[in-house]
């Protein structure tokens, strides 16, 4: 009963906080009930016996990516939009793909069928922490992804000082 | 649902979440009701003496704050994969330091190239 509680009022959340961050007319507003937004999806995470995606989830996504959104926001200069009314010719199209979407995962989750279990239960979770238990998989069984990781983020670095740079200078 | 669980050692991080939205309520509320309500048009402006602000306040940030921004989700991206690595690269020993040595070399040229560039200084 409290596990359903506590669910419906995060799914409820989120899909409210979702709707407040697309109908808000200044951006600088959606990315703040974006952040409330984030902090929502942790408590699902969290629900989901999945402690490190939760905290990372807080780490990387509300403290990093909303400043970068919060800085494109500010970096686009918004000023002539914020007054018109958003989006209101694509309202056909938006219901349309919505409906769509709606459908496609309702027949997904009619036709979902668990997988069998892995190594990795909730007893194992508990004994060696969430941290440990990603580190144990990520260090041995997953090294490779891990390295091809650092790759992409130095492709990250350097795309973004190339694009960002070069209109500096000139 | 199969699998959701009531996550119980999070409960004091709830009750702090209560009561810190709790006491921001509260104080705000207290201060609505007990505050004189005078209002007068000079309250409005933003100094006393001080001169009116020319212009619109919103203005098209620099570039160069959205360099910053991306170099710190870069390197907050990095900095999340220590943690799991400083749980267990006591168990896993010298392998686990020299995966994560490689992992920060790579970042590493990143870091030069910004630096090389000038990315870090604030023209």
């Not at chain 1, 919060?70 to 939009?81: G, I, M, R, T, Y």
């Not at chain 2, 704050?65 to 990095?78: N, Q, R, T």
Request: charged share 15%; with cysteine.
């Amino acid at each position: 009963m409290l596990v359903e509680l506590f669910f419906f009022y995060f799914a409820a959340a989120v899909i409210g906080l979702s709707l407040m961050v697309i109908t808000r007319k200044n951006p600088v507003h959606s990315v703040l009930w974006m952040l409330l937004l984030f902090f929502h999806i942790a408590g699902l995470y969290l629900m989901l016996n999945a402690e490190m995606m939760a905290a990372i989830q807080l780490i990387v996504y509300a403290g990093a990516i909303l400043v970068l959104f919060l800085f494109v926001v500010l970096l686009l200069d918004l000023k002539k939009e914020i007054g018109e009314e958003q989006y209101v010719g694509v309202w056909p199209t938006g219901v349309a793909v919505a409906v769509a979407l709606f459908t496609l995962l309702l027949i997904m989750t009619r036709s979902f069928v668990a997988g069998p279990h892995g190594n990795i239960t909730i007893e194992r979770v508990r004994e060696l922490s969430h941290p440990g238990v990603v580190g144990r998989a990520m260090f041995t069984e997953y090294l490779f992804p891990f390295e091809v990781a650092s790759l992409v983020l130095l492709v990250a670095v350097i795309g973004a000082i190339i694009l960002a740079k070069k209109r500096i200078k000139e | 649902m199969p699998g959701t669980y009531i996550p119980a050692d999070y409960l004091p991080v709830l009750i702090m979440f209560i009561v810190a939205s709790c006491f921001g309520l509260v104080m705000l509320t207290v201060g609505t009701i007990f505050r004189l309500r005078r209002p007068y048009p000079e309250k409005l402006l933003p100094y006393e003496s001080g001169m009116a602000p020319v212009g619109e306040p919103r203005q098209r940030f620099d570039v160069k704050f959205y360099i910053i921004a991306m170099l710190f989700v870069v390197f907050d991206v990095e900095a999340v994969f220590l943690y799991p690595w400083a749980v267990v690269y006591g168990k896993l020993g010298l392998y686990a330091v020299v995966e994560m040595f490689l992992f920060i070399a790579i970042l590493l040229v990143g870091y030069v190239y910004a630096w090389k560039r000038g990315a870090f200084e604030w023209e």
